[in-house]
């Protein structure tokens, strides 16, 4: 075992394995009560399974430093006085003759004369590596030394004739649900006299003050419970105006300006229009169009055909008289100007996307005057509307063709004679495939986008098109958009809205053909049950966006519980054996950096039921379910002891018909060692960081359709110790974690995962060498062979906070990490990462979510950042007697997820109408309709792509993210 792995294992193993003294575990990021953190860091430590603590020692558990052998009857605790070797409690007389209160001074009795262990001591007699002379101002005392750090207690700890000088932490005294949410701000408390003063500065939740647009209670909903015009209707329930009484959900929208049914439109209203002469409505071409209300009057008719002069030659009764092409004798070509204009109002769309655009051309005679009556066509081989005219232009409306490539249009023009001639000028319409097909999240198309944006909303789990999803193209609802070709070539004014709704296909498509559409845009998709994904400033005019259920019926769930078999070794070796049951894994799940969701909900277990010392002293245990331990003979304490067995339960595993790969990681820990550690009062860090890897095991393509009590894993390979990890350029304060991954498809990531190997190093052993030297770690790696046969490897590095007095402010599950698909091998290799991301703290205002960027002079930039807002369902279960406390199991599902190009530092979340799906929440959700324990959770999470040559976020498969990812930071709070 590598000494690094042995001081992990000494942290505590046998808090979980031999729980001595147990109470209900703390997490390893839990500061003690007087150490300085922020008190809105983060969600609740115990949302993650795997944090348990060691204990202390019951009053009757025996120390095996005092030197007193546990069976000889004598409790060190009784007072031995060392100047005079007299045990007051027992009568014995001491060698000279001296009663203890015969005036003799015990300190005038030579030094030789006493015993080793009782000399007078004379020179850092605390241990603390510092004496008298050196500023140490307590040398009894090892927690006293110049250069400690101070802590709130009274105690001049530094040694610098000062106590609890600048200690400051924050504070907040309301519900932790409300910090951060409307106008609920922390505060600050100083101590002093060895107690945190009150919380100054900070802003707790009031009374909800209705019409003031403010959330006073801070439950993150503005004016909830008011109804301040009467309408009926609740600002809570959606009402946008409690000061107008003729505004709210469902009232009928009437053409005067105002949102009169809050849906986030003002007006919208049509009806059927007709400005054509009496009798000619329904004649030939000529039909009635429809007007629309916008800003309070009802706009020019949009879409009617009117008569109009009668272009020879097209067949058409183009003047609704009832005859076509009468007079149509003129001759034309003579006159005509043949180098006149013509051109595409959009000139890229998207192959199929339904995209649209206007040929147009001006015809005229070499003078400049309009040819009466031209006989003009407009031919392409694209979907073309009827030819319209207004003015000396002539146009036809343009739909995307099914396939890519370049349309080039010809405008002919007849000569009267039965002869044609064509314009010198022939636009060229570029149409372009859209995003990857078959990807869950691309975009594509058009760049920069003009004029058109298609989006297809998929399901993430089946891959189905979702009908009537929401579409929102732009930061916030309007509608001054202009759909109407006839109309746009008209000059006139748009009142489409830039909110639509997918067909049976998933497909919305934003149309706008007077210039407005046009560079960067903002696109959201949602769906009633499904979460909100944005894409910010995607320059592209199509996008694929899949959506993951946010509110899901309860998935078919099983649990799975059986035994490890075929241990290599299960003897009395004074090493613990033990295995880590978990299902594999894919990337993505790697990149969020949530490593304790790789364990199971805890259960008691009781380690030792032999009657005697050991038995007494080794009481039940709280373990993580997924640990499994065989039965097995050891020696504690000196005296020999069986260990039972501990079943493994594997809770809230997927049921997967198709099949799994079900996976045991086992490996063994020295049992004195963790005893030691124990006595010496270390904690417990998380049980992935204590494996020392030996043997692995699989079930693949194990199918899962209910629960299982006989499961049997047998860890039949050999991790062979011939990999490693050098690590280097860790962010301040971090300790780090190195792990060997599998790759069951042999796809270089591509597949499901599993770990092989791990070693850690806590941030006291990386301080030594983190300004410019290296941290080795050592892992292992499985022969491909047998099951393993077609195994690819990759490792990764992890840069987290293990340590809960060193944690900065906001990063308590801050983590940065590098990947490595390139080292490894079926004959291992050593790694070397460094050039790691900073770690950041995320802040949120409202719409507003702010960070500060990751990159450093040492690492590669940033490609892509995340920012997510989780639904965190808590299950608050009770895990047997061996704690008095409750453990709480978590479940997350997705609300909204944003995606932005580079690290800008900054993303602000689209304002959706109020009739969005959870519209009348902003987007969100309101956890007061939840269950009780539900909370809101935010992360991000930055990716480089240091394997791509680039990265463009407009024409872009999302699924190589994951292919190209090396680099990454995420953290993780409540929101």
Not at 29 to 39: K, L, N, Q, T
Not at 428 to 438: H, K, N, S
Not at 679 to 693: S, V
């Amino acid at each position: 075992m590598s000494r690094v792995v042995y001081r992990s294992a000494v942290l505590g193993l046998l808090g979980a394995v031999f729980c001595i003294g147990c109470d209900d575990p703390k997490p390893p990021s839990a500061a003690p009560d007087d150490a300085i953190v922020a008190a809105d860091e983060g969600p609740d430590a115990d949302a993650f399974e795997g944090n348990a603590d060691g204990g202390d020692l019951p009053d009757d558990s025996v120390d095996p430093d005092d030197g007193v052998q546990p069976d000889d009857g004598v409790d060190p605790d009784d007072g031995v006085q060392p100047d005079d070797g007299v045990d007051p409690d027992d009568g014995v007389q001491p060698d000279d003759g001296v009663e203890p209160d015969a005036g003799v001074e015990p300190d005038l009795a030579p030094p030789d004369m006493l015993p080793p262990d009782m000399a007078p001591c004379v020179d850092d007699c605390d241990e603390d590596e510092f004496t008298v002379e050196e500023g140490d101002c307590d040398d009894d005392d090892p927690e006293r030394y110049p250069g400690r750090a101070e802590l709130c207690d009274d105690i001049d700890q530094d040694c610098d004739g000062t106590t609890d000088e600048g200690l400051v932490r924050q504070c907040y005294d309301g519900d932790e649900d409300s910090l951060q949410v409307g106008q609920c701000r922390s505060g600050t408390s100083t101590c002093a006299a060895g107690a945190f003063g009150a919380c100054e500065g900070q802003v707790l939740p009031g009374v909800e003050a209705c019409g003031g647009g403010v959330d006073e209670d801070c439950d993150g909903a503005i004016d909830e419970g008011c109804d301040e015009d009467g309408d009926g209707v609740t600002v809570d329930a959606g009402d946008c105006d409690d000061d107008n009484p003729d505004r709210f959900p469902g009232n009928p929208e009437v053409c005067d300006d105002i949102d009169n049914d809050c849906d986030g439109i003002a007006d919208g209203i049509r009806e059927a229009c007709y400005d054509g002469p009496d009798g000619t409505d329904g004649v030939a071409a000529c039909q009635a169009g429809e007007r629309v209300c916008a800003g309070g009057a009802f706009g020019a008719c949009q879409g009617q055909v009117v008569p109009r002069a009668e272009v020879c030659g097209d067949g058409v009764d183009d003047d609704c008289d009832g005859a076509a092409d009468e007079g149509c004798d003129n001759p034309t070509c003579p006159a005509l100007d043949f180098g006149a204009p013509a051109d595409l109002r959009v000139a890229c769309v998207t192959a199929g996307s339904g995209a649209t655009s206007i040929v147009s051309a001006v015809i005229r005679d070499r003078d400049g005057n309009l040819i009466p009556a031209a006989d003009v066509r407009i031919e392409g081989a694209a979907p073309m509307g009827p030819l319209g005219s207004v003015g000396t232009t002539y146009y036809r409306p343009v739909t995307a063709p099914a396939a890519p490539g370049d349309v080039t249009f010809d405008v002919s023009v007849g000569c009267g004679d039965g002869s044609r001639i064509s314009l010198n000028a022939r636009p060229t319409l570029a149409v372009v495939a859209g995003p990857a097909p078959g990807a869950p999240l691309a975009t594509g198309g058009c760049s920069p986008v003009d004029g058109n944006v298609s989006v297809t909303v998929l399901d993430a789990d089946s891959g189905t098109p979702l009908e009537d999803a929401w579409v929102l193209v732009g930061d916030r609802p309007t509608a001054n958009w202009q759909r109407d070709p006839d109309a746009a070539m008209r000059g006139e004014d748009g009142i489409g809205p830039n909110v639509l709704r997918t067909d049976a296909a998933g497909l919305a498509v934003a149309t706008d053909l007077s210039g407005l559409l046009a560079g960067p845009q903002t696109v959201t998709a949602g769906a009633t049950g499904y979460e909100n994904v944005t894409l910010i400033a995607v320059d592209a005019s199509a996008a694929t966006i899949s959506l993951g259920q946010s509110d899901p019926p309860p998935a078919p769930v099983a649990l799975l519980q059986g035994q490890v078999t075929e241990f290599d070794n299960l003897e009395r070796d004074e090493e613990a054996d033990f295995a880590l049951v978990l299902p594999s894994f894919d990337l993505p799940f790697v990149s969020t950096l949530v490593l304790p969701r790789l364990l199971s909900r805890f259960d008691c277990w009781d380690p030792i039921t032999d009657p005697g010392l050991v038995g007494d002293l080794v009481g039940p245990s709280l373990v993580p379910g997924n640990l499994y331990v065989p039965q097995q003979p050891e020696s504690l304490l000196g005296f020999p002891a069986t260990i039972q067995e501990h079943r493994f339960s594997l809770y809230r595993y997927p049921a997967v018909p198709e099949g799994d790969q079900l996976m045991a990681l086992a490996g063994k820990v020295p049992v004195q060692g963790i005893i030691d550690a124990l006595l010496d009062g270390a904690g417990l860090t998380t049980i992935i960081e204590l494996l020392d890897p030996r043997e692995i095991g699989a079930l693949p393509d194990f199918a899962v359709d209910g629960d299982r009590d006989d499961v049997t894993l047998p860890v039949a390979g050999v991790l062979q110790p011939n990999a490693g990890c050098d690590v280097s350029g860790l962010p301040d304060d971090t300790g780090v974690l190195c792990f060997s991954l599998g790759d069951w498809s042999d796809a270089d990531g591509a597949g499901r995962l599993f770990p092989m190997g791990l070693d850690s190093a806590p941030p006291d052993e990386v301080d030594p060498v983190r300004a410019d030297g290296v941290v080795a770690l050592d892992v292992t790696t499985v022969a491909p062979a047998g099951i393993f046969r077609n195994v690819g490897y990759l490792g990764v590095a992890l840069g987290l906070y293990t340590d809960g007095e060193r944690v900065p402010e906001g990063k308590v599950n801050a983590v940065t990490a590098i990947l490595d698909r390139q080292t490894l091998s079926a004959d291992g290799g050593r790694m070397a990462f460094s050039g790691f991301f900073d770690t950041t703290a995320m802040t949120r205002q409202e719409f507003d979510f702010s960070w500060a960027p990751v990159a450093t002079a040492d690492s590669p930039p940033v490609d892509l950042c995340r920012v997510e807002v989780i639904r965190s369902m808590r299950t608050v279960y009770d895990p047997g007697e061996c704690t008095p406390s409750d453990r709480v199991e978590t479940y997350e599902l997705p609300l909204w997820s944003v995606w932005v190009a580079g690290d800008p530092g900054t993303a602000t979340l689209p304002r959706v109408p109020g009739n969005w799906p959870r519209g009348g929440d902003a987007g969100f959700i309101d956890v007061r309709d939840t269950p009780a324990d539900d909370r809101l959770e935010m992360r991000i999470s930055c990716y480089g792509m240091g394997r791509l040559e680039s990265f463009d976020f407009d024409a872009a498969d999302f699924r190589a993210v994951y292919d190209g990812l090396t680099h990454i930071s995420s953290n993780t709070r409540g929101f």
